[in-house]
T-cell receptor, first 111, second 115 residues
Framework: RKEVEQDPGPFNVPEGATVAFNCTYS??????FFWYRQDCRKEPKLLMS???SGNEDGRFTAQLNRASQYISLLIRDSKLSDSATYLC????????????FGKGTRLSVIA | DVKVTQSSRYLVKRTGEKVFLECVQD?????MFWYRQDPGLGLRLIYF???????EKGDIPEGYSVSREKKERFSLILESASTNQTSMYLC??????????????FGEGSRLTVL
């Protein structure tokens, strides 16, 4: 049973393109959701939380669809520096259960 | 700035050796975690701790043990290293504000090679 599923990619896109990643989760009781970014040979870092109403941070937009149990991340006007692996993360929200990580989607932005 | 420090960035050990990976955080976080990350398998949780002297098994605890004697320090122990434990090991911590599901702060990782 895969709790959090992501397309591993790689997504190869030119600079300036818009790219979107989806992630599905299996636990319908999950309440909070996140996108983490991991650069090559670096540790993961929180990119943004995902709220029910959707949220935007500059060129990045995250959305949640509870009915279909998926989360999306949209990156507009891609930069070379956006090249990284994007990890979808779900909080199962059940007692002492840690965050559940997807395996990540790799993005390469090409000049 | 928040900081999670892992004692060794790169280690090379021989099969059967005992290996200690140390992690220290300076954020007064209650929760600490050990993950391993392998290509194609993503991050897998080995053990976590939500308080001093407390430990919980993650998804892949076999072959590992942990120690949390002080709040700021969480150690991962490989009693008898094997080649299939060659991996990148990542330590993380989080505040207890949202249980163990809060924002994780990761260390830079320890790349272990077992020969």
């Amino acid at each position: 049973r895969k709790e959090v599923e992501q397309d591993p990619g790689p997504f190869n896109v030119p600079e300036g393109a818009t790219v979107a990643f989806n992630c599905t989760y299996s636990n319908s009781a999950s309440q909070s959701f996140f996108w983490y970014r991991q650069d090559c040979r670096k540790e993961p870092k929180l990119l943004m939380s995902v709220y029910s109403s959707g949220n935007e941070d500059g060129r990045f937009t995250a959305q949640l669809n509870r009915a279909s149990q998926y989360i999306s991340l949209l990156i507009r006007d891609s930069k070379l520096s956006d090249s990284a692996t994007y990890l979808c993360v779900v909080n199962p929200n059940s007692g002492n259960t840690p965050l559940v990580f997807g395996k990540g989607t790799r993005l390469s932005v090409i000049a | 700035d928040v900081k999670v420090t892992q004692s060794s960035r790169y280690l090379v050990k021989r099969t059967g050796e005992k290996v200690f990976l140390e992690c220290v955080q300076d954020m007064d976080h209650e929760n600490m975690f050990w993950y391993r990350q392998d290509p194609g398998l993503g991050l897998r949780l080995i053990y976590f701790s939500y308080d001093v002297k407390m430990k919980e098994k993650g998804d892949i605890p076999e072959g590992y043990s942990v120690s949390r004697e002080k709040k700021e320090r969480f150690s991962l122990i490989l009693e008898s290293a094997s080649t299939n434990q060659t991996s990148m090991y990542l330590c993380a911590s989080s505040s207890a504000g949202t249980g163990v599901g809060g924002e994780l702060f990761f260390g830079e990782g320890s790349r272990l090679t077992v020969l």
